[in-house]
């Protein structure tokens, strides 16, 4: 559980008049696992979008540590530690299993791209550690198709887990999972509720979109709520499951007890 905040952000997007994201305020201690939700049109993705970079906000602060991310493009953020995986999947399809993952530890190379013209032997040392890195991603997420695949061959839960694998192949401190179970069976959602688990036990920080409230109700330590690009609530997931304004809106009839 947190002992320290490692993310804590204020901010405010807008698309022209309108407002995606007022004022919508973030704190996620560092080793905890912070589940997101709300409908549909509730900010969550535009609120990763703008953690992880690929959206500036409109107004507003991200802190990541001790220090202010708003205005770094996105791969300075993934070197400082913040991955995410996409609502909609981002796998090279043409590409290898082995080398879908591979691209996500490029960033953490410090060969040039002279080394890699020349076939230097730093960069030959960091091509044979980027490899075996991946190699150790596939078994962590437990995919265990032939490396050598096209990614696009994969079935569509092995596709969500090779995202996953390349999200993880460098040991981000921050992990942001966009709607992870989207398309996935029963089975595969409780393999994704393992690894979430394992995640965290490594220290890692994850912040969860889901609309699967029995897979957030049973993976987070706290849950923020969105509605019309604004904070609804915040709590424990007990604390959220009897909040009559979140029951209202989000959860409508859940049962814990699953009856």
């Known amino acids: 559980m947190a002992d320290a905040t490692i993310l804590r952000a204020q901010v405010t ?3 022209g ?3 995606a994201l007022d004022a919508v305020s973030l704190a996620v201690g560092a080793g905890e696992v912070r589940g997101l939700i709300g409908p549909n049109g509730a900010g969550k993705t535009t609120l990763v979008n703008v953690l992880s970079g690929v959206l500036r906000p409109t107004t507003g602060s991200i802190h990541f540590g001790d220090q202010e991310i708003v205005g770094s493009p996105p791969y300075r953020i993934a070197r400082l530690g913040i991955r995410r995986t996409f ?3 981002r796998i090279f399809p043409e590409l290898s299993v082995l080398e879908n993952v591979a ?4 960033a953490h190379t410090a060969a040039e791209t002279w080394d890699a013209l020349l076939g230097t032997r730093r960069a030959a040392r960091e091509e044979r550690l980027t490899l ?3 190699r150790e991603a596939l078994a962590f997420v437990g995919l265990h198709a032939d490396p050598g695949l096209p990614a696009g061959a994969l079935a569509y839960g092995q596709q969500r887990l090779l995202e996953l694998a390349r ?7 921050l992990l942001l999972l ?4 989207a398309g996935m069976n029963p089975a595969e959602c409780d393999h994704l509720l393992g690894l ?16 699967r409230m029995d897979l957030i109700m049973e993976a987070c330590d706290r849950i923020t709520v969105l509605s019309y690009g604004r904070n609804l609530a915040e709590g424990t997931p007990a604390e959220i499951q009897t909040n009559a304004a979140v029951i209202e809106a989000y959860l409508g009839t859940y049962d814990p007890a699953g009856a």
């Open 87 to 89: 609502q909609t999947l």
């Open 132 to 134: 075996d890195r991946a």
């Open 17 to 19: 008049g309108l407002v």
């Open 196 to 211: 979430i688990r394992r995640l965290q036990q490594q220290g890692i920080t994850l912040l969860v979109i889901e609309h």
């Open 178 to 181: 966009d709607e992870p179970a």
């Open 167 to 173: 999200a993880v192949v460098a040991t981000p401190r």
């Open 13 to 15: 997007k807008r698309f």
């Open 103 to 106: 691209v996500g530890y490029h």
